[in-house]
């Protein structure tokens, strides 16, 4: 993406294999695709090959259906259940402090993803059931397996022979189902408390929130699936570059550790902190336009022939935001590669308004905005505030986190120690 915006500029047609692509760098452009020209620009899902979706669900859905799923998932996550949402997180905390020990180095982001699994499977199944974090990792590599499939030829025949990773795949969905299903029944009962989301899924035309049903158990379990596995690598790549930048940069962290110390002192974090730590905010802020969740937004397939930045499309391309780039781009961002939280907290949003309405789109534009973006804002600033509280962070010396291979997330290891404060 880097190359083609610095060759070429704002929008480029480039090919991969079997596909026509087209790269758009601006924030005008990005608008178009992701609001203006939404309707006929779908987003593009690989061909299935285990089956793990069987029924259309947020990500995939189009027109009158994605409307319609999007309204349920609003409500899911409305301003009325943030406090129950904050609650969760900060019930995951204890055990995240207490599995870092100080003085002895740790993969950091090994913990931090099991917190953010912890947190996501108590937020779509219940606090109560108390599920492992290694049911979502099984059933998330099994997507990526999905995924990476798609481009081999003769898949359908690759994922029928008895291999190992195929055993894993069904053994996961399984395991996934054994779960699901018994909380799906378990939502139609009136006696549960409802926080969770399948809860939501279930309940949420009953309760008049929306004129609207899946028609289900097989599309609500679908739902709960697809948001489990598209919701989690943002919130870990966010906690794991923040605490590198928190270490990296000593003006940042003693800004980090006074507001904490201030706001929080010595007593136990409570929800109502996450609104007294501007700050931290900000640092979120800034580690989401340097490291976005995805360095390219999830491609969208021209349904007809259409026109962006003034250049034809045709029918079939796929269409690709490419949102690292937006958010450095040196025109729109003063010192563009420099992690600056202050830029932030000026009364003129991006300092100096320099950068157009859409030069940061760390999850994407409505229609299709992330809807989890709130409950993983609140698990950076709420886990972050709990260990600076407590420790400093001391990284190996000129190390940093590692990107995914597809620029979505991090992965290996990112060892730190952690010093009491």
Known sequence: MDDLYQQYGDIVYHELPAMNCCAVFSSETAEEVLTTQEPVLRPFAAPPTYQLLTNDCLHTAHGQDHRRRREVMITGYAENGASAQSDLIIGNVPELLDRVDPNREIDILAELDRFSWRCLLDRVFGRALKLHPDLGRNVLASMKQDILLSIVPFRSLVAKLPLPFNRRVRESLEALDRVAYPAIERARDPGHDGDDLVSHLVRAAGQGLVDWSYRSDEEIRDEALAHLCAAIDAPVAALTWGAHYIADVPRVRQLVEEEVDAAIGNRTIEPADFHRLPYLHAVLKEVLRLEPPAYALLPRRALEDCVLGGYLVPEGTLVIVGTRVIHR????????????????????????????????????????????????????????????????????????????????GVQGSFRVTLEAR
């Open 329 to 408: 781009r040196a025109d729109y961002w003063d010192n563009p590669d420099d992690f600056l939280p202050e830029r932030w907290l000026t009364d003129e949003a991006h300092q100096g308004a320099r950068c157009p309405a859409h030069g940061y789109i760390p999850f994407s534009l409505e229609p299709r905005g992330c809807r989890g973006a709130d409950f993983a804002r609140m698990m950076f600033v709420l886990a972050t505030a709990s260990l600076v509280q407590r420790y400093r962070i001391r990284p190996r010396p000129n190390e940093s986190p590692t990107r995914a291979n597809l620029g979505v």
